[in-house]
């Protein structure tokens, strides 16, 4: 269901490829790696490894709301933006959900876990679904992400508000997955900003976001969804358990918000890769998806992600998103080196 499920494979299990030996294509995350104050925060809390960690997250959320100039009150920590799905789903119960094709496949595990009913549009459709009457009986809720998970589509501020307006009209929650907005540098198209302009207008609308992929701390688990309805953040957050965020990812989420320039540095990064390795894939003959992300969708042959394995490189294999078949693949934008190497092993 999900990238960097390298462990999983049978080559890892006979030591023909290792996370620390193979390259891991299949995760898109911030290809600088673990920031040197990551690991110094990461060591430096492990003192205080034998005390329960602030069970209401009161810095993080504080620090998260400083940098947004919205309410800490409106802001909901998770162990990863997948618990925030999860606490979504199951708070609110959805009795039918609608989601765009393809998208992540993450929000149909949550979903499922309510058992909700599940309806698909593409992205070219969604307003003329949204708009039609026979969606008067409408899903109680849309999911959305910003850039969309596995194409890197963009959404511009306009489109979404359009989106929301029709969806308000239906009486649906709007969750908008913005995980990978900041890695693309698009924080302006954040639905955080309309929230924060007109908190009464957006106060069904629901934004999940991550640290996992921005800072490369996918193993730390740390996540937020902010909402400005009090009642509806809060019967979300019910569905969360008590202390669900060590003190160690805490305090290592605290001390990254203050990395700007390596946030710019890895924006810089991405932007210049991800031109070159788009042009590249082009030239060997794939169909490549434009693309506003850390990560590219292209097709390919079917059996490219096992002939890569062989070589000790993970692709994301698409076949499991809805409205994509067999020969749709996602590969991460890492640094220069490694890029190159995926380049090469695409010759074989």
């Not at 409106?74 to 925030?84: D, F, K, L, Q, R």
């Not at 999911?143 to 306009?158: Q, R, Y």
């Not at 009464?200 to 934004?207: A, D, G, K, M």
Request: aromatic share 10%; proline share 3%; hydrophobic share 35%.
């Amino acid at each position: 269901m999900h990238g960097g499920d390298y462990y999983l494979s049978e080559l890892y299990r006979n030591n023909k490829f290792q996370s620390n030996k193979g390259l891991d294509f299949s995760v898109n995350l911030n290809p600088l790696g673990p920031d040197s104050l990551l690991r110094e925060t990461y060591l430096e809390s492990v003192k205080y490894i034998d005390c329960y960690p602030d069970i209401n997250c009161t810095a993080l959320k504080e620090k998260l709301a400083d940098k947004w100039r919205i309410p800490k009150e409106w802001i909901y920590i998770t162990s990863g933006a997948s618990e925030g799905f999860m606490a979504i789903a199951n708070g609110r119960c959805y009795k039918e959900a609608f989601l765009i094709a393809p998208s992540f496949v993450g929000y149909r595990y949550a979903l499922d876990s309510s058992n909700s009913m599940v309806t698909y549009s593409s992205y070219n459709n969604i307003i003329n679904n949204l708009a039609s009457s026979s969606m008067e009986k409408s899903p109680q809720s849309l999911w959305i992400a910003n850039p969309n998970n596995p194409d890197g589509k963009i959404l511009e501020t306009e489109y979404t508000e359009s989106i929301y307006r029709l969806a308000k009209e239906k009486k649906m929650d709007v969750i908008v997955d913005e995980c990978f907005l900041t890695l693309a540098g698009r924080n302006d198209l954040s639905v955080i900003n309309l929230m924060r302009e007109k908190p009464s207008e957006y106060s069904h609308l629901i934004c999940v976001r991550s640290f996992t992929k921005t800072y490369a701390m996918a193993n730390l688990r740390v996540g937020y969804f902010v909402c400005t309805d009090k009642k509806l953040g809060e019967c979300i957050a019910k569905k969360l358990p008590e202390w669900n965020v060590s003190g160690v990812s805490l305090n290592c989420a605290e001390k990254m918000l203050d990395k700007d320039e390596y946030l710019t540095k890895a924006r810089q990064l991405i932007d210049s890769e991800r031109e070159r390795i788009s042009d590249a894939l082009k030239k060997k003959g794939f169909e490549v998806f434009p693309s506003s992300a850390n990560f590219i969708m292209f097709r390919g042959n079917t059996g490219l992600k096992e002939k890569l394995l062989e070589r000790g490189i993970m692709i994301r294999d698409c076949s499991d998103f809805e409205g994509l078949g067999t020969g749709y693949y996602r590969i991460a934008v890492r640094n220069s080196g490694e890029n190159d190497f995926l380049i090469k092993a695409l010759d074989g």
